[in-house]
């Protein structure tokens, strides 16, 4: 077949694509979603971190006839690399019309989608697996997943979904079906981890298809077909030209004609780099060449083919003939914790050419003495020793050459690698290292030689000879490893403070203790050292009755685990989100210019290169607001667009309109603003206390008599803590898409959690009435309350373009000006003491809490008022004052996180009872159990407890996670352990229901139904995830008395219902479940006398009367919700309807050399009353739980010294994976439990559950005190916050 050289040809869901004129730089991501409309491919992140674009990429190889699928990141591909490739995508493998694949039916079943953003992504990279081996293990499973982030769901029910295509699971249909229903014997034994004997499950096994991998779509035959390939192409773009040579005389014929020119590799740093790079380019794609994919055994030295993948190194450990290399025997391990997507696509040669010490294999190579195998058109092969040359800054590469081939000397040596890193998974290492130990073959434990290389966050790697040399011939034993720890401190010394910190220093004398300790070992049981390795099984279970007929049936919809609502549209990519709206004739995209600044006058915005770029359309800046610039009109404290000065980087202040986003980005980032910088800059809380910088007074809670309980107490202590922030991390971006209509009259598509609030903010800024703003609100793609006050950033800039051009503007921010902008949970500071008795009960607290709250007010003194209000957490203290202050800094705005202020006001408590517990050496539990509010008491906000259930969570979470044996169990672990120390916790919480500014606790809500019986429910609240839709609709069909699927739960806007409360403070199904319920009754009683005239008509002849008989069938519901609400002035209360209660207990394994620990188990007993739904209450509990796991213990904010943001997205910013999550994870609702205060006496559950990870701290801070006080230091000690393995360390001493 003739193939014309630059046409790209390639297959998408078995279509064929053909492109003439493409430009290579663009991803194949952007393809999918702009060319062909293909949205299930979502954008999380475009730099590879999230894996919400997974697809597969499949090839067909021509010598072995088979076809091999890749799941890869689409946004890290360029679309020239899949010349003759075919890729599938979720849209591909099943649709509503054709049905769901298996794989996206589990995920839905098992309720593995929240938000839904991840899911396309997750259903992708199982079904590449599925496509690979239809037969996986389940850590096959497990580890397929690592390049994926779902911040929602816990990760437990996806890994529930897809362990089912695994035959180890018990409970499948591959596997026989469920062994609750039947007599299959369960491999995970009967206890957690298995249905069987558990009142009810959360999916109907029998209800799913069997997977049968002989009706997967075949791979495109065209593509087998020779000629294709097989010739050099080159497809030439405006900036970039790419060149495919099929073989590697091609290449350097090219690349000597070309001496700039890059290579493309495994491209996942190329792909980035042609993103955003302005000069032309040309680059040579060696992936084809089969050459770099070789490897054999010459002369004692493999010679690995520079285009091997990750995955095929990995493969290559399996080879026989190579199993007596030591190298290549190790390198599974180093890539352990990559993600699959990079270890499909990221190559030998790309990852030695970035050289850069933080790559993982780079210390492994260097100490095992490894070669650059170099070729060019002109000269000779020529070896680089990559322990000289790629230790240096400059690239030892001439520009004619190309890395062909790695050298591994095939010795058999002792070979261990390590690495530390805040995250297990996907992370560039802290720090790493390689040791190559030579064993003498006639003395056990004997050195003859050594080899040792560090890598990691260092500037570059270092090579400790010295402490090589005195390890060689020396024969190792306890006292031999004291002296090499203390040789290798010595050499390493030099280089503290020059790029190596203290902390690595140790982790690096760790590595080199676990090494030699292991080398003792073998492979030995007993005191084994290293911690990174996870268990191949997690076990979890899921308590709860359901109190009803019938489980999961939808006629008696309320207090089934149904599963949400759009669930299958997530998993199928149908499902809507803001970017994924088709683009509509003469529609625009603007991109906003931050500002770089902290605080400075603005001297000059020069935007005539902008605005000369082809496609840019023109601009919006102060001068073009017709109404009030300021985001909160109502404090006037941040300006929408700024005029003359700037207050924080990431302030907006003009915006570039373009016809498409790809100008828009790059003609915003060519706008020149100029600055004089200003004073003061406060970018901390001492700076802002020490200034006197506040965002209004203090808020203040008090009871008893504070002197007089101090005076009364037996100690006292005093103390300062503090926590960082935490970032959002939904996976969506903020985003929005504002459509002009007649007489300046607009409508705005966006995700915000803030329906009323954003479109008064339109308004105003448009200086409009509110009625001619429309916001649309389809679904949000994770919120956590970072969709609330920074959401209307993209609406309000986007409403005043569509004003200003009179055309529709769209504007999705990208995910680092996303976090940029959005300035996430506040970080604190806490200045307290306490008070208490011998016996350790607490008599008198004082705590002054400061917040980060940033440069505006937004919601920081909401969010510090509840914090103040939770400041005794749930325990009785007579003597109380708790004060909070708001900082102002120079940072974005701080603003609400799921848990508002109580996730930090928790941590403040429990560190205070725990050094209660430490002074008096008490057990922590036991103090935490005196102080534990009862039945018939109140608290310091009037809430008077009644029907309370935190005492029965107590008593039974301790009994589910078994709590005293298993104490007794950590502490025969620790005196059997040295470098492993284990830690139990437990910790309750209670958490206020209703929000304290009363008047917000009101909810409308417009049912109709339509002749043929089909119900319509708008409601106010908004739907991110956490299934408030679901519950609307269970709770419409309850009422109704009429099936669930013949409801639909419409989007939510502003001219259906009017005046809506944001979705916000768990408390949205309470507050618009009453008002659909109220609704629905009103319809109940209208149809009521054609029902009664004929009791067996059915629903729809009901309503075909009504609408006959000229009745109406449509009405609003309206509620104004419970008698409360917290007066700040005279300290009255109570602050909440109810108290949703919940323990948590959790244990951890810490090791004592890295400071890493390893979650063994969590069990959480939790009080939702009688749950709408359990599915959607599990979902929020493990969701919540991970996110918290992920604030107290991984998620670290780290800024540079001159205050700028480093960890601005998924690749820095580490959020806890599927990984990460509980080794045994289980959760039980109570039982019996009702709450008359509940609509269908439920309990709000969203952010309660987030609370209960302090457990995993407190957990960690029990094995810290263990290993300290095994070394005879001192039992007080401060455990940071973050509890990342650095600061662990630091504990540790
Ligand atoms: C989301 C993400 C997570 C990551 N996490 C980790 C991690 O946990 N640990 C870790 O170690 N690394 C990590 N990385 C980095 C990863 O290791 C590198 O991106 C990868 O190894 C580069 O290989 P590549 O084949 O994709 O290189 P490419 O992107 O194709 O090329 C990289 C550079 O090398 C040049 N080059 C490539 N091949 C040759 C050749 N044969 N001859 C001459 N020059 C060549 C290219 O011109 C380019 O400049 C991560 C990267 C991403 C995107
Ligand atoms: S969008 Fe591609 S990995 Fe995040
Ligand atoms: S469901 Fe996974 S990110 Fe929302």
Known sequence: MAVNTDMLVFFVNGKKVCL??????????????????????????????????????????????????????????????????????????????????????????????????????????????????????????????????????????????????????????????????????????????CCRG??????????????????????????????????????????????????????????????????????????????????????????????????????????LGAGLSMADLIDLSDHGDLAEVSLVQAVPKVLESWGSQLKNSATLGGHIML?????????????????????????????????????????????????????????????????????????????????????????????????????????????????????????????????????????????????????????????LSKCLLELIAGNQQG?????????????????????????????????QPLTHSTG???????????????????????????????????????????????????????????????????????????TDTVHHCGQIICGIVATDRDTAVSAA???????????????????????KSFLGLPWRVTRGNLEAGFAQSDEVLEGELSTKGQKHIYLETLGALSVPRERDQIEVYTGTQLCHTLQIAVAEVLGVPAHNVVVKVKRIGGGFGGKESRSLLPSMITALAARKFRRPVRCIFNRKDDTLINGGRHPSLARYKVGFTKEGKIIALQTMLYTNGGITKETSNSVIKLAVIRGESCYNIPNVLVEGRVCRTNHSSHASLRGFGCPQMLWIVENIL?????????????????????????????????????????????????????????????????????????????????????FLNQAGALVHIYTDGSVLVTHGGCEMGQGLHTKIKQIASDTLGISFDKVLVSETCTNMVPNATATVASVSTELN????????????????????????????????????????????????????????????????MYLTCGVGCSEVEVDCLTGEHKLVRTDIVMDVGRSINPAVDIGQIEGGFVQGYGYYMMEEVVHSPEGKLLTDSPLTYKIPLAADIPAQFNVALLKNNLNDKGIYSSKGIGEPPLLLALSVYLATHDAVKSARVERGLSEVFYLEHPSIPANVLKALN
């Open 669 to 691: 980032q060519c706008v020149k603003v100029t600055y004089e910088d200003l004073t003061p800059v406060i970018l901390t809380i001492q700076e802002a206390i020490e200034a």
């Open 568 to 642: 299958e549209e997530q998993a199928t990519g149908e499902a809507v989100f803001i970017d994924d709206i088709p683009m509509t004739v003469g529609e625009l995209y603007m991109y906003p210019v931050l500002s770089t600044q902290h605080h400075a006058k603005i001297t000059g915005v020069d935007l005539s290169e902008a605005l000369s770029m082809p496609g840019v359309h023109g601009y919006i800046d102060h001068k073009d607001v017709p109404g009030v610039n300021f985001v909160f009109a109502e404090y006037a404290d941040e300006e929408l667009l700024a």
């Open 198 to 303: 558990q009142p009810a499950k959360l999916t109907d096994i029998s209800s799913l298809s069997l997977y049968d991998p002989t009706q997967e779509p075949i791979f495109p035959p065209e593509l087998q077909v020779e000629g294709l390939c097989e010739n050099l192409v080159c497809f030439r773009g405006r900036r970039v030209t790419w060149y495919r040579p099929v073989t590697l005389s091609q290449a350097l014929q090219i690349k000597s004609e070309n001496p700039d020119a890059q290579i493309a590799s495994g491209c996942t740093f190329l792909a980035q780099q042609l993103k955003t790079c302005v000069q032309e380019v040309i680059v040579i794609d060696i992936s084809g060449l089969k050459e770099l994919k070789s490897h054999e055994i010459k002369n004692g030295v493999l010679m």
């Open 914 to 998: 725990t050094a209660v517990a430490t002074h008096l050496s008490l057990q922590p539990h036991k103090v935490r159990e005196l102080q534990l509010y009862k039945e018939g008491e109140t608290t310091i906000t009037n809430c008077f407890l009644e029907n309370f259930k935190l005492p029965k969570c107590w008593e039974e979470c301790k009994s589910l996670a078994d709590f005293d044996k298993r104490s007794q169990l950590v502490k025969e672990f620790n005196s059997t352990n040295k470098q492993r120390k284990r830690g139990l916790a437990i910790q309750p919480m209670m958490f206020g229901i209703g929000i304290y500014d009363k």
């Open 1073 to 1136: 479940g009453r008002a659909v319920h109220a609704a629905c009754i009103t319809l109940v009683e209208r149809l009521r006398p054609f029902r009664e005239a004929d009791p067996q008509a059915g629903w729809e002849k009901w309503v075909s009367a009504a609408y006959f008989s000229r009745v109406s069938l449509s009405t609003t519901g309206f509620v104004s919700y419970g008698d409360f609400g917290f007066d700040f002035d005279t300290c009255k209360g109570p602050d909440c």
């Open 355 to 511: 050289r850069g010490a933080r790559y993982d294999l780079m210390p492994l190579l260097v100490a095992g003495d490894c070669f650059a195998l170099v070729a060019s058109k002109a000269d000779a092969e020529r070896k680089i020793q990559l322990k000289e040359a790629f230790l240096r800054d400059s690239n030892p590469l001439k520009p004619c050459e190309i890395l062909i081939s790695v050298g591994v000397p095939c010795a058999q040596k002792f070979v261990q690698t390590f690495k530390v890193a805040k995250r297990k998974h996907q992370d560039l290492a802290s720090l790493s290292a390689a040791f190559f130990l030579g064993i003498s073959p006639s003395e056990k434990l004997k050195i003859d030689d050594a080899q040792i290389t560090y890598g990691g966050n260092i500037p570059s790697l270092i090579v400790p000879v010295e402490t090589t040399k005195f390890l060689a011939g020396r024969k190792v034993s306890e006292e031999m490893i004291g002296e090499a720890m203390l040789a290798l401190q010595s050499e390493l010394l030099p280089f503290e403070g020059k790029g190596l910190s203290k902390t690595q220093s140790l982790w690096a004398q760790g590595f």
């Open 527 to 559: 005191d084994r050292v290293t911690t990174n390795e996870q268990p191949d099984i997690y076990k979890s279970c899921q308590i709860f009755e359901i109190d009803q007929e019938g489980t999961f049936s939808k006629l008696k919809a309320v207090g």
């Open 20 to 193: 003439r004129n493409v430009e290579p730089e663009t991803t194949l991501m952007a393809y999918l979603r702009r060319d062909l409309g293909l949205t299930g491919t979502k954008n999380g992140c475009d730099e590879g971190s999230c894996g919400a674009c997974t697809v597969m990429v499949s090839a067909y190889n021509r010598d072995s006839g088979r076809i091999v699928h890749k799941a890869l990141t689409s946004c890290m591909v360029p679309i020239c690399t899949l010349h003759g490739l075919a890729v599938t995508t979720t849209e591909g493998i099943g649709s509503l019309a054709t049905g769901l694949h298996p794989v996206q039916e589990r995920i839905v079943k098992f309720h593995g989608t929240q938000c839904g953003f991840c899911t396309p992504g997750m259903v992708m990279s199982m079904y590449t697996l599925l496509r690979s081996n239809p037969n996986p293990t389940r850590k096959q499973v497990s580890d397929s997943l690592h390049g994926n982030i779902c911040r929602c769901t816990g990760y437990r029910p996806i890994m529930d979904a897809f362990w089912t295509f695994s035959k180890e699971t018990c409970c499948s249909p591959e596997n026989g079906g469920c062994c609750q229903d039947t007599d299959l014997s369960c491999p995970q034994g009967n206890s957690a981890g």
